[in-house]
């Protein structure tokens, strides 16, 4: 079991940056693959970045956020960030951190929600014109 944190989103202008952290607790987060979703109103949560612990940490990125946004962990502070770059008025939405147990399957669907176990209560990123 494992308990996820967000915190570091807030209201930023286009072209801005922000630092997003995910803190777990309950088992160290090097245990789990984990990942970034977001969810703008109205529509569907998607992908945007993952983090596999092992076999030298690969991560995933969704297209729109690639060359932008990158997703990193340390394992000393049992927290996952994802920074943010060039922040867009459509990267406006809830980002919430998740959790897989199969880091197998996170190295193989690491975009599909339901590879993850845990999530956390999201936190909202705001991107102003």
């Known amino acids: 079991q494992v308990t996820l944190v967000e915190s570091g989103g807030g209201l930023v202008q286009s072209g801005g940056s922000l630092r997003l952290s995910c803190a777990a607790s309950g088992r160290t987060a090097s245990s789990y693959a984990m990942g970034w979703f977001r969810q703008a109103p109205g529509e569907e949560r998607e992908f945007v970045a993952s983090?596999?612990?092992?076999?030298?940490?690969?991560?995933y990125y969704a297209d729109s956020v690639k060359g932008r946004f990158t997703i990193s962990g340390d394992n000393a502070k049992n927290t996952v960030y994802l920074q943010m770059l060039s922040l867009k008025p459509e990267d406006t939405a809830v980002y919430y951190c998740a959790a897989a147990r199969n880091r197998v399957l996170a190295v193989s669907r690491p975009a599909a929600g339901t590879t993850y176990d845990y999530w956390g209560q999201g936190t909202q990123v705001t991107v102003s014109s």
């Open positions: 983090l596999s612990w092992s076999g030298g940490g690969g991560t």
